[in-house]
């Protein structure tokens, strides 16, 4: 990826990350916030990501959360996908505790961690829809 495309993906993503942080007042709900760009894949397919555009890590005992995008990934993505991609990693920010009420040791089995996806897709759906403008 070049600064140039680099640059063009971050036009794309920034807004909507303000736009849904101010939304969601995750300014005010959260003690920390990091949120970083990432230019390329390597660290999320480390961390064995492979397909995800971003990946959101919670430590909600200290309201602590750090989003990571992979621009990369996210030059594939429509507007429209990128919104849901961006309220979708938002919603991991507030589903973590409950998921860490019946995960094991902090780890999800595949069916949990299939729940956990799901409930972050409808839910970052159900705020996309409340929020539409009128048609
Ligand atoms: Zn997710």
């Not at 999800?108 to 799901?118: I, K, Y």
Request: hydrophobic share 45%.
């Amino acid at each position: 990826m070049t600064d140039a495309e680099f640059e063009a993906q971050l036009a794309r993503i920034r807004p909507l990350v303000d736009r849904w942080c101010d939304r969601l007042h995750l300014w005010d709900y959260l003690h920390e916030l990091t949120i970083r760009y990432d230019r390329d894949g390597d660290d999320m397919t480390e961390r064995g990501y492979r397909d995800s555009a971003g990946i959101t890590t919670v430590w909600w005992e200290y309201k602590r959360a750090s989003v990571i995008f992979d621009l990369s990934k996210v030059v594939e993505l429509s507007d429209a996908m990128l919104e849901y991609v961006v309220v979708h990693e938002f919603m991991h920010i507030y589903l973590q505790q409950v998921i860490d009420a019946f995960a094991e040791n902090r780890q999800v089995t595949d069916l949990q961690g299939a729940h956990v996806e799901r409930t972050a897709t409808d839910l970052a759906q159900a705020l996309m829809w409340a929020t539409a403008p009128s048609t």
